[in-house]
């Protein structure tokens, strides 16, 4: 998904939220800071680890740059975006949904001794649904689970891509995430956020001439975010 389709989405889901949504709404009936349609801005401290695995395909005509993983080194990285949801209160149980974009970049390093390979993840695109408690007309703990779908790259063995070859060395890998957070209004219409998830990311495979990866990416992250509530 490019970041144009992104913001063309993000827009959809927004409108759509206004329109189903009356004036009256947006602060719910029980006065809660948390209901009706919001936006935000987060930055996130993102964990990224993969594991691989790694096999001469045996490709006739293709050249095997790679002789086996040797040794790993994974980065973390610190990234940010931006988020739109809707949310309702029935009572003190909240329930509601988001989507979240953000860029990280973390990423792996595998070598065989004299020759590398880096992959990492360039963007991030999740869609959640949440529920929770409302412990207070304040505050906010709610659980989430959802999609998520990461763009992963790589510019193959030696970091130079053969463009040549119309080999892909992008994709996108989609997947499971799930974690939980606290939400605290402390201005009219405005919130503060802070959140823990993991994600479960189905594995990714590269093949650089007559060299296969399959790469299982590991990841999580701590977001903190600044919401702004439409009522």
Known sequence: MTINRLKKSI???????????SPNAFA????????GVYIGLAATKATFDSTALYR??????NLSNFNGIAGSSSKDSWGGGFLAGYGL?????YVGAEAVFLIEKGSTTYTDGTTDIRVWKNNTFDINLRSGITVSDKAL???????TGATIKSLGTNGVKDDDSGIDYNTRVTGL?????????????IAARIE?????INDAVYLDGTDEFTFKPDTSRIMLSVVLHMY
């Open 11 to 21: 827009g959809i889901i927004l409108g759509t939220l206004y329109l189903i949504s």
């Open 28 to 35: 719910g009936e029980d006065g809660s800071p948390f209901e």
């Open 56 to 61: 001469d395909a045996m490709i006739d005509g």
């Open 89 to 93: 209160n029935y009572g003190p149980v």
């Open 141 to 147: 703990v709610y659980g989430l689970i959802g999609y």
């Open 177 to 189: 995430r799930y974690g939980g957070g606290v939400e605290v209004a402390v201005m009219e219409n």
């Open 196 to 200: 823990y998830t993991r994600a479960n």
